[in-house]
């Protein structure tokens, strides 16, 4: 072993030393970096087994830094004797540390910070060592490095405490393993004050993680990671082509545009999707249909922090996070990324704002614009706080998340349960986890209730996790999932880990001043308090209760620290951690307080829908007669507006849910007040009436939608529910042919049984003209039941195809996912079939000239290894992945009139083969080819499809006609194209730019 290597390993442990010491988090241990951290540590484990085998844990995680040390290149710009005298210095350094500043011990603990602390506390380290200036260049370098190893490995280690170390023993490869995948994927150091590097390991460890309320669960219950947990939701963008919403992964709306607004209901998910798209965008990893988004740096901006403040200029958008390293930015940088198009600005909650502040913020947002055009920005909100067209103005696409699909649910429960998977240390811990999905899954097929709470993300993952805790046992409806999630959070923690607080505030007592606060708060229309204001609200509330003998800042402190419904994430401001809770607290007040008119006055905001919705559920009988008579004896006064009159009537139906008793005349008074809003005009009056239970459907049988738009809404009011009551209801829209309506059919398929669905929904459905996308795979079975079905795009990753060979009149198939081979054999039977486009690999290839096809798209590899063949009925084809033209030219296509390639970077066109009847050739392409060579094509329209952002210079093709480029980025310029000849036109997908 050479003398480097040795140094390197030296080095290793002692950052391993002090990452031991700042993930265990304890001050004594510590300060003892120097030697002992690990040793005095493992003190704490019962036997010489376990003591043994976590010292060597930590031994190979040392092994692992010093091979990630030994791969710095500045490492051997330095004579031997210098690079060691620099590595000694930086070991010496982290032995010498006492890490005792509590902010080592926060959770947003940066590189930068941990880089600062160890200098100021050996400042003269690297003259002691008497290192040249080239080594102290190295010395500074490592020192910057080896901090974010340290954060790096911290970071991937189970929680903290006696727990978390038995836990690292039962999983102590899979965290090793997780600790070399994290040390690989920091990008290489630019230079010692490589502030970009650093940003972007703070983002992507302090977002990626989702923690769930900091409550009573298990650690790994808790928290997991983001990028293991992510799954992809739905939206629908407002500008789709059919001018009517179509739905899609939110990832491809995303792609669509540099600006998007999100809008979704409360727990759909908003901030997790910004948290996701910051974390890929601070590691470069944006799936392939985002790879133009890699390279960006992202500023995640929370707008409620701003609820009483300026909203910040540029160079403020570090505060959420970074404000440790802040101060190292250099001059300017957050608008050099802004400026140059790097930058991703993520603002969150618009609707966390009061309504008197929106339009500041749409104008602060209008400026950034004007001053950074370049920039990407994603906007969320609430329906309720800002309509569709909000930013239409500034070039924002809006798109609204949608609840998640039964199938979606079962991925989200899949992915919560394999994070929880991912922890097991024996295959029997393994099988208990997935017999608990199992079991979740079975719960939500049976009972209707669970499948609606568990359409929305944030409701979805305290099902999973309240499951996992209670051993199997799920609460009955809304109102029993608070009720029990209160109860976790306010009671079973400290009980169950033994943890004694001061004061010992009980569940009933903690229930009062956290409903206080959050009615409060609610009443005032804030998002958040300052912490003295908060304290003094408490104080006034304890008058009343003079069994806590506590003074006010110590019950706020329990209460901020032991509930794990407050926070203070911006220092010196007081929020609840979930909005839904609040509102559930904020409602439990007003009952108690008895203010139905403060409910009944405040019923047609937004911001109190929800708080009335479970007023109804907290009430008594008696009270929530007064409450529900109360908002139909408003909304049936001569002073309230049509709109008001509306939504008081949907929000009294709403109430319906959360109410287990009513009276049969108070329940007829609401379906009469109801009846003039059926069928629905408004996506809040579906979604009212999705919740409203199966009554609702009774009126949805008794009126006839009047339009297309109340077809589909219709139609997504009663799909939430999946019962087979409504499939009759379904049927009546099953030959309907207008788009948007099929579309709404084929959208609440996954919500029902897909065989039942198909046969009675679809069976007879035009469909698209034929055609069909399938996304979810649990339709795949089903697919032959439609017997009008042609044309078959196929959106799935996997899935049994071998239900083709069922139908007979299929004519066209397609997929770009499919990870699997597709068997041609399967294709052999279908004697309608002309069109395959299959961007995946084949099985029994030689079947493909067989099969008579007249339009083909296949990998150009594929078609090269059939080289010879004729094909002689081809007249359209279509090669992916192309690096060369060449198998075109060992091709006999006598019949192709259209040719479509899609180019890989640096692929070569010469030598592209004349083909005389061809009319039209098509190019996709990132970055350009050699476009001269097309000037020897004579005759066909031919189409230039640019995908890249740079500029795209078309004048070697001067003078020639009927050339039309299409351009897919917003800021993608075209030199030439005023040279084009005759016919030639150039089309943006956002707008026409010239006609020639």
Known sequence: MSGLEVAAISLGAAVARAACGVWLGDHRLASAVGNSVIDLAAQRLTSAREQRRFRRIWDEAAELIADRLLTLRE???????????????????????????????????????????????DPERATRAGLSGAAVRLYDLMLRECSAYAIEVAQA????????????????????DDIRVMLDRLPERRGVRDFERDYRQLVANRLDQVEFFGATLSESSRRYPLSVAYLS???????????????????????????????????????????????????????????????????FVPLRRYAAAELPPPEGFLREVGRHIAEEMPPGWVQHRLRSGQAIVLLDGVDELAEDRRDEVRRWLGELIVAFPRARYLVTSRPAAAPED????????????????????????????????????????????????????????????????????????????????????????????????????????????????????????????????????????????????VVDRLSAKLRAMPQIEAEPQRVYRVLLERTGLLREQVAGRVDFVHRSFEEYLAAKQAIDEGDFGVLRAHAHEPQWHEVVVMAAGHASAAGRETLLRGLLTRAAEPTTSRAHRDLLCLVALACLETSPERSPELE????????????????????????????????????????????????EAVRESGDPAALPLLARFGTDSRPSVVNALIRAWPHFDPEEYAQRVLANSPLHAGELEVSDVRTLPALPRLARLTHLKLDLMTGDLGVIRRMPGLRALQSTLYALPLDLSLLKDLPELAELRWHGTVANEHLLPELGLRALGVAASLFDELSGVEWSSLRSLALYSVDTVAPLRAAHLPQLVDLELYLMEGARIDGLPEH?????????????????????????????????????????LAGRPN??????????????????????????????????
């Not at 979606?408 to 929880?420: G, L």
């Open 668 to 715: 007829r008074a609401i379906r009469d007040a109801t009846a003039k809003l059926v069928p629905p005009q408004s996506q809040a009056a579906a979604r009212a009436l999705g919740r409203a239970g199966p009554f609702a459907l009774d009126l949805l049988m008794s009126a006839q939608p009047n339009n297309e738009y109340a077809a589909v809404l219709t139609v």
């Open 390 to 533: 909000w930013l239409a103005t500034t070039g924002f696409l809006t798109a609204e998340l949608e609840p998640m699909t039964p199938t979606q649910v079962s991925a989200f429960a899949h992915r919560w349960h394999e994070a929880m998977r991912s922890r097991c240390a024996t295959e029997l811990e393994h099988a208990e986890v997935t017999e608990q999905e199992q079991g979740l899954l079975a719960a939500l097929d049976r009972h209707r209730h669970l499948r609606q709470l568990a359409g929305y993300p944030l409701l979805c993952a305290l099902l999973c996790a309240l499951h996992r805790d209670r051993r199997g046992q799920l609460p009955g409806n809304r109102m029993e999932l608070y009720e029990v999630a209160l109860q976790m959070l306010l009671e079973r923690r400290d009980r169950e880990r033994k943890i004694d607080a001061w004061p010992a505030l009980g569940r009933t007592e903690q229930t009062l001043l956290l409903s206080d606060l959050a009615y409060w708060l609610i009443r005032n229309g804030w998002s958040d308090a300052a912490r003295d204001e």
């Open 916 to 956: 005389r009847g061809l009319r039209r050739l098509a190019l996709h392409f990132e970055t350009s080819p050699e476009l001269r060579a097309l000037r020897a094509v004579p005759g066909p329209v031919l189409e230039l499809h640019y995908h890249g952002r740079d500029k795209l210079n078309v004048r070697s």
């Open 233 to 299: 939701l739905t939206a629908r963008a407002a500008q789709a082509p059919d001018d009517l919403r179509a739905a899609d992964p939110v990832e491809r709306v995303l792609a669509r545009s540099d600006r998007l607004f999100v809008r979704g209901q409360a727990g759909t998910g908003k901030t997790t999707l910004l948290h996701w798209v910051a974390v890929q965008s601070a590691r470069g990893s944006f799936p392939d249909r985002l790879a133009s988004w890699n390279g960006t740096v992202p500023f």
């Open 963 to 996: 050339v039309r480029v299409f351009v897919y980025q917003r800021h993608a310029q075209v030199r030439g194209e005023a040279e084009l000849g005759p016919g030639s036109e150039l089309r943006s997908a956002w707008v026409d730019l010239s006609t020639r």
């Open 157 to 176: 280690m189970p929680g903290s405490g006696l727990a978390a170390m038995a836990e690292l023993l039962r999983r102590d490869r899979q965290i090793l």
């Open 75 to 121: 490492l051997h710009d330095l004579p031997a004797n210098e690079r060691e005298a620099a590595i000694d210095a930086v070991r010496d350094t982290f032995e010498a540390a006492a890490l005792t500043e509590d902010d080592l011990f926060k959770q947003d603990l940066d590189a930068g910070y941990l880089d600062r602390h160890l200098r100021a506390q």
